[in-house]
Structures are given as C-alpha cells and as structure tokens.
C-alpha cells in the first residue's frame, strides 16, 4: 500500500530517515570540500528540504526553475533554465520558428524572474557555491521528471561534485531513468505508488506553498 504523508513536513521527515537507512549523505568537512548542500526545489521542495537538512544539520538553498514557453503558447516549453545555466530542447525554437532573438528575450525575462525569485527567498543572504559541493536535490514529488532533471544538469554544470536527487514520492519510470543517468550519483524515494497518478495524492494536505513560507524555511536553516 502506498504511504500517505501528512504534509511537506512530515514527507521531509519521512525522506530524511529514508536517506539515512540507505547510506546518509556523503560527509565532507574539509577546507578542500565544503559541506553537502540540499537543495529545495522552489516552491514546494523547500519546506521538504528543510527537514532533511535539519535532520542531518547542513545547509539548505533555494533553486528556481523557469520554462522557456514559446511565444503565444507558454505552456510549450522550448527549454527550461536554472542557476543561470539554459537547456533548449534540441530543435524545437527552428521547428515553432521562433528567432534567435526570440529566444534571447524569452531566456533574458525568464532568467531575471527567477533571480527575482531566489533573492527575494533568501533576504540579504547570499547563495551558496555549488562548486565543489554535493548537492541533494530535494523536491515534494517527481511527476514527468522535467524539472529535477533540468535541476540536476544546472548543479553539474554550475560544478557540484556530486548529485543526490531526494524525493518523498515519484513513479518507478522517473527514478529508473535518473538512476541510469552518469550525471546523477544516487536517487533516493520513499513511497514508489503503483499505478502512479499524481504527486499530490500521496499528502493528506498538500496545499500552494507561499512565498513567505519559503522566505520563514531558509531562515531557520
């Protein structure tokens, strides 16, 4: 039977035991090697992330995940970008005939809107380096994957060490395919429904996360 988390909190729990009983985090301590960092994937990933990072006592961080919509169809997502790196879906810009300028101006108003985002989650404090880092990823569920995975290739190439992608809940197709992908050093899940249907549907509340809600999760960590 499929597990029924209460809410973010208490699926963060949940994921924090499960990371630990199937190996923990990698420590690192050294002055070569920062500390891991999780990662709470905006918005709904933070409240989770925060109970992994306080369970294990390690800092968390916010990452905004944007869609390139095409012009007149926002919804038709070209690419996405995060953490100031852009991934556009092979052809797809040529094949709506959307010009390089197009583009430009839809990954500029994008890219400002998600820095306006992570600076407004977290006040005055800077954002960590991801550089050298192992980075948990932390999000409330996986549906399609889209948008761990672009999450995923924005750390690597932003020079995390290593990636762990963490997540109370998400259909057995999603983690099989990041547990083959060589950019990803761990997945971990702790209810895997089958049939899988929607990440909601495993939290009794699983109410809109509020920006000041997210503002309140970094400040404690």
Do not use: W
């Not at 990072?53 to 970008?81: D, H, S, T």
Request: charged share 25%.
């Amino acid at each position: 039977m499929s597990r029924l988390f209460a809410d973010r909190a208490d699926a963060g729990r949940a994921l924090a035991g499960r990371i630990s009983e199937t190996g923990g985090i990698v420590p690192s301590s050294s002055a070569e090697q920062p500390l891991p960092l999780i990662v709470g994937l905006a918005r709904g990933g933070v409240p989770v992330g925060r109970e992994v990072a306080e369970a294990f006592n390690l800092p968390l961080e916010v990452l905004v995940v944007r869609k390139l919509g095409a012009p007149g169809q926002p919804e038709y997502a070209m690419g996405a970008l995060a953490a100031g790196q852009v991934f556009v879906a092979d052809d797809v810009p040529r094949r709506l005939g959307v010009s390089d300028r197009q583009l430009h101006e839809i990954v500029l108003r994008e890219d400002a809107l998600r820095v306006e985002r992570e600076t407004r989650y977290r006040q005055e404090r800077q954002p960590y380096s991801f550089d050298g880092r192992f980075v948990v990823l932390v999000d409330d569920g996986i549906a399609t994957g889209a948008t761990m995975a672009v999450a995923a290739r924005a750390v690597r190439v932003a020079g995390a060490a290593g990636v762990m992608i963490a997540v109370p809940t998400a259909p057995r197709d999603a983690l099989r395919r990041f547990a083959g992908d060589p950019d990803i050093d761990r997945v971990v899940a702790v209810d895997v429904p089958e049939p899988f249907r929607a990440v909601g549907l495993s939290y009794g509340e699983f109410g809109q996360v509020a920006d000041d809600d997210v503002v309140s999760c970094l400040r404690d960590r």
